[in-house]
Nanobody
Framework: QVQLVESGGGSVQPGGSLRLSCVAS???????????MSWYRQAPGNERELVAY???????DYADSVQGRFTISRDNGKSTVYLQMNNLKPEDTAVYYC?????????WGEGTLVTVSS
């Protein structure tokens, strides 16, 4: 059974950086490589929103609010997707979730908390 395990969350001051990782544990490298991967986030009282997306070909897309500050990348050999977050703002505070889409089926991780506060 494939599990998505996020890590890298924590507390940081405004202007700081964090790198989130999401490992698709139990997935073959081949199945991971053909999956599209996304990062979502959900702040208290808000709906879950898409932050960044990367498809199997490496094409990326970002929410306007993070464009130019966040970078999504993937390492198919490690079945891992990353989210590099720079110049963090208090409004980036949320639980960040990894999502894998494989042949039309979505799989979610449990999330990792990012808190941006002075």
């Amino acid at each position: 059974q494939v599990q998505l395990v996020e890590s890298g969350g924590g507390s940081v001051q405004p202007g700081g950086s964090l790198r989130l990782s999401c490992v698709a544990s139990g997935a073959s490298r081949m199945s991971f490589s053909v999956s599209s991967m996304s990062w979502y986030r959900q702040a208290p009282g808000n709906e879950r929103e898409l932050v960044a997306y990367i498809n199997s070909g490496g094409t990326t897309d970002y929410a306007d609010s993070v464009q130019g500050r966040f970078t999504i990348s993937r390492d198919n050999g490690k079945s891992t997707v990353y989210l590099q977050m720079n110049n963090l703002k208090p409004e980036d505070t949320a639980v960040y979730y990894c999502k894998r889409r494989y042949y039309g089926v979505d799989y979610w991780g449990e999330g990792t908390l990012v808190t941006v506060s002075s």
